[in-house]
T-cell receptor, first 112, second 112 residues
Framework: GIQVEQSPPDLILQEGANSTLRCNFS?????LQWFHQNPWGQLINLFY???GTKQNGRLSATTVATERYSLLYISSSQTTDSGVYFC??????????????FGKGTKLSVIP | DVKVTQSSRYLVKRTGEKVFLECVQD?????MFWYRQDPGLGLRLIYF???????EKGDIPEGYSVSREKKERFSLILESASTNQTSMYLC???????????FGPGTRLTVT
């Protein structure tokens, strides 16, 4: 199956700092999604981004599908940005079945 | 806004009990998914459904079954709960199979 690697595994930021999270994947994919899991366990879909660049407020994401990576940028971080950020890639198998494969996540802690 | 709800946030059951986890979405999505999340193992797909009464196994279907009698509702059933099924269970839905997935708040199940 497809391998998804996220880096760094842990990140501590001072409030107001910027950061870049990376997601590498091992094969061609149909889509890529970024999620934020808050401390209560809720997963929020941040971006659906099979290729190109998207922005939503202080967050933006870029996927370069041909080079099999995606980046999530967080600018002017706030304490509410704390949590775990997951990258997930979706692909159809040879048998026609579809699956979303998640990375292990980047745990972000933003301190005041 | 997409809303996915799960029947319980926390659940404690005894070994051998039959357990039902319910998930409801209000966006007329065709596809619904059940995942479990464990420390060090990440999110793993248990089952998904692409239409009413249709289901497909994910990576770890053993010990679980599912039911989808109505489009908006997808149930996960633990036929005989075991301690190794203690986990966080997350339900998701999407309009297209390869589309953006939206998650419920999760059910933290403890089997004693």
């Amino acid at each position: 199956g497809i391998q998804v690697e996220q880096s760094p595994p842990d990140l501590i930021l001072q409030e107001g700092a910027n950061s870049t999270l990376r997601c590498n994947f091992s094969d061609s994919v149909n889509n890529l999604q970024w999620f934020h899991q808050n401390p209560w366990g809720q997963l929020i879909n941040l971006f659906y981004i099979p290729s190109g660049t998207k922005q939503n407020g202080r967050l933006s994401a870029t996927t370069v599908a041909t080079e099999r990576y995606s980046l999530l940028y967080i600018s002017s971080s706030q304490t509410t940005d704390s949590g775990v950020y997951f990258c997930a890639v979706g692909a159809y198998s040879g048998a026609g079945s579809y699956q979303l494969t998640f990375g292990k996540g980047t745990k972000l802690s933003v301190i005041p | 806004d997409v809303k996915v709800t799960q029947s319980s946030r926390y659940l404690v059951k005894r070994t051998g009990e039959k357990v039902f986890l319910e998930c409801v979405q209000d966006m007329d999505h065709e596809n619904m998914f059940w995942y479990r999340q464990d420390p060090g193992l990440g999110l793993r797909l248990i089952y998904f459904s692409y239409d009413v009464k249709m289901k497909e196994k994910g990576d770890i279907p053993e010990g679980y079954s599912v039911s989808r009698e109505k489009k908006e509702r997808f149930s996960l059933i633990l036929e005989s709960a075991s301690t190794n099924q203690t986990s966080m269970y997350l339900c998701a839905s999407s309009f297209d199979l390869a589309g953006a997935q939206y998650f419920g708040p999760g059910t933290r199940l403890t089997v004693t």
